[in-house]
């Protein structure tokens, strides 16, 4: 057994709240251990972050669930008309003076229109295509990188976003955009575009994941919904 | 019969259980190879190192939301995890 076979067999001996600051732990160690978005390659640093991930992916009870590449969902479902992009860009607009930082971010309690998709049965049909059974914790979260450096380094998420199902707004960029990140703990990183509209679902308290940094008159904008895996 | 969603562990369970925690984790150090010593080690202390630039970053707070949407600790449960490379004597 390797270490992070190890670390994660031990999650299996922790009560809830313990594998909650467990994977606090291991996901600050991943996120501590990247520089400028890449993992580093050699060394115990270079095991340190494939076992941090590895461990991570195979931590929660719903840990069978996780895609090997991480990625549950990608697309546009057709529930995401021109209209329905509009009035969340319209929603994410309002909110954004109410938006509260978080180090790197911007996150704003998505309103009505984040709520009302957040619960609705057009997105849990969608996913309930492509895993097993899920609920929706009802939280839906706009976030904003709208400022050059602003981003979020490599983390899990907790039990409100334990699927986590983003939606693209918007992306302003000249060249070489930012990408979502991946780091799945058993395949390669992936970099990820999406276009506005288009959703991708991830087991997010699984796939250490990251958004790169903004550059100069880069902007990102998307809306984030929270669903928790039954049995 | 409805099937509900886990609710959000709080703060006090969080801190409460740190000190399992940390005995499960000087458990399996016991049971580690050198060389997995020294990646256990990295592991632990690239951890206390990033939440300590974190923490530099909001030393007023009562209560941090770290990176995501998402993790959130006290400050009882940065500071556990912040010492955990002396408690687990893998200070460097």
């Known amino acids: 057994m390797n270490l992070g076979d190890k670390l994660a067999a031990l999650a299996s001996t922790m009560s809830d709240a313990e594998r909650a600051n467990y994977k606090l732990l291991l996901g600050m160690a991943a996120g501590g251990l ?49 209209e329905l992009l509009s009035a969340l860009r319209r929603e994410s607009t309002e909110l954004r003076s109410a ?20 619960v609705s049965t057009e997105l849990e049909d969608v996913l309930s295509r492509y895993t097993q059974h899920i609920t929706p914790t009802g939280r839906a ?20 976003f334990s699927l986590n199902v983003v939606m693209m707004l918007e992306h302003v960029h000249r060249e070489n955009p930012s990408a979502l990140v991946l780091y799945p703990g058993d395949a390669p990183m992936q970099r990820i575009f999406l276009s506005p509209g288009e959703i991708i679902a991830l087991y997010a308290d699984s796939v250490t994941h990251a958004r790169e940094r903004m550059a100069t008159d880069e902007r990102v904008s998307i809306v984030a919904f929270g669903f928790q895996p039954i049995s | 019969m409805p099937i509900e969603a886990k609710s959000t562990l709080d703060a006090k369970a969080l801190e409460a259980s740190l000190p399992g925690l940390t005995q499960k984790l000087s458990e399996l150090q016991k049971g580690l190879s050198d060389d997995e010593k020294a990646v256990f080690s990295s592991i632990v202390n690239s951890a206390a190192l990033h939440l300590k630039s974190l923490q530099a970053l909001s030393d007023s707070a009562d209560i941090i939301f770290m990176k995501p949407i998402s993790a959130v600790a006290t400050v009882g449960v940065r500071q556990h995890l912040i010492n955990l490379p002396q408690t687990l004597h893998l200070d460097k």
């Open chain 1, 34 to 82: 990247v520089r400028g978005g890449l993992p580093p390659e050699t060394g115990a640093a270079a095991q340190a972050f494939t076992a941090a991930t590895y461990s991570i992916s195979r931590l929660q009870p719903h840990r069978d669930r996780v895609a090997r590449n991480g990625i549950i969902f990608r697309g546009k479902p057709s529930f995401v008309t021109d």
């Open chain 1, 99 to 118: 938006a509260i930082r978080f180090d790197d971010h911007y996150v704003a309690r998505g309103g009505p229109i984040a709520s009302e998709v957040a």
């Open chain 1, 141 to 160: 979260n706009y976030l904003y990188y709208d400022r050059p450096g602003l981003g979020i380094d490599p983390h899990v998420d907790n039990e409100e």
